[in-house]
């Protein structure tokens, strides 16, 4: 059964060919088949399209205006196909990622440029907030992927570890010569303490302290790691850190890092995304990237 599309698209190459044998030819249709076709076409619109010459045809003035919307409609079905093609082939797309301050400049920004530099037409939006707010903006289809601190645990989403991070404290000069040795945690937590503010990995810092019967009360808290570095850089307490994230400040010796007796258990960075909603091309080779190189990143 011929459709109303192939119909249609019967009925243009008629019209640009002015010749029922001439669009057969390029069909790869008997003329016959051509002819019958184009009848049907006009009996369910209840007009005659073309006029039947000896040498060809030609358009009726009702053919000549339904053949101008036609030609439009299958050069707006060609483009879609091309720009289709194009987004499979990675030269257009657009992806979406909610990912925290921190993880953003610490982590993801290299793999950033890269990408950008490999698919330059690509397009990407950065949407920030917390790991909850992120997978919040996730569940609701506003980001296509979230880039966050695990552990998270909820059974709608695809979790995939990408890279340990170790939680640790770190102090100023004020405070050198009192952990010039190994802390214990309840030693530790009676200096003033400062740590970020609703956080996912503050609440694993806190989780764990409290399986040693510990219960954290910080001095401050703040809203970016960036602040945590620079309160303990003055001195004002002792800054619970992500250790990767704080290797420039321990590095050039404007922090230190306290040590501890028993380390805090290690933690992941990872990718989170729908389980049940399939990613588009852009944000799959994104993720394949990340995975790619996550073994040279520190």
């Not at 698209?9 to 003329?31: E, H, I, R």
């Not at 076709?37 to 009996?43: F, H, N, R, V, Y």
């Not at 990912?99 to 610490?106: A, G, L, M, Q």
């Not at 852009?282 to 993720?287: C, S």
Request: aromatic share 12%; glycine share 4%.
């Amino acid at each position: 059964m011929v459709s109303k599309l192939d119909l249609y698209y019967l009925f243009y190459t008629v019209g640009k060919n002015k010749s029922f044998s001439k669009a057969a030819k390029v069909l790869y249709m008997s003329q016959p088949a051509i002819s019958q076709s184009i009848a049907q076409l006009e009996k369910e619109l209840d007009t005659r399209l073309f006029n039947r010459l000896s040498k060809g045809v030609t358009l009726t003035d009702e053919g000549n205006l339904l053949f101008e919307y036609v030609s439009s409609a299958l050069q707006i079905i060609q483009a879609g196909e091309e720009k289709l093609l194009e987004f499979k082939n990675l030269i257009l797309g657009e992806f979406k990622i909610g990912v925290s301050d921190t993880i953003s400049r610490y982590f993801l920004l290299p793999y950033l440029e890269t990408f950008h530099n490999r698919y330059p037409n690509l397009k990407f939006k950065i949407v920030n907030g917390t790991t909850w707010e992120i997978i919040a903006a996730l569940k609701a289809g506003e980001v296509n992927i979230a880039i966050c601190n695990l552990p998270i645990d909820d059974k709608s989403l695809e979790v995939k570890p990408l890279l340990e991070i170790q939680d640790t404290f770190v102090y100023g000069e004020k405070y050198r010569k009192v952990f010039s040795k190994p802390m214990k945690f309840e030693e530790l937590v009676k200096f003033p303490l400062i740590l970020l503010d609703n956080s996912n990995s503050r609440r694993y810092v806190e989780e764990f302290f409290l399986t040693k019967g510990i219960k954290i009360q910080p001095e401050f808290e703040l809203g970016s790691h960036e602040l945590l570095l620079e309160f303990a850089k003055i001195n004002l307490g002792v800054a619970c850190v992500t250790k990767e994230f704080s290797e420039q400040f321990l590095r050039k010796g404007l922090l230190h890092e306290v040590t501890l007796m028993e380390p805090i258990p290690k933690r992941s960075i990872g990718i989170c995304y729908l389980k049940n909603v399939p990613l588009n091309r852009a944000t799959e080779r994104f993720v394949d990237l990340i995975e790619e190189n996550i073994r040279n990143f520190f």
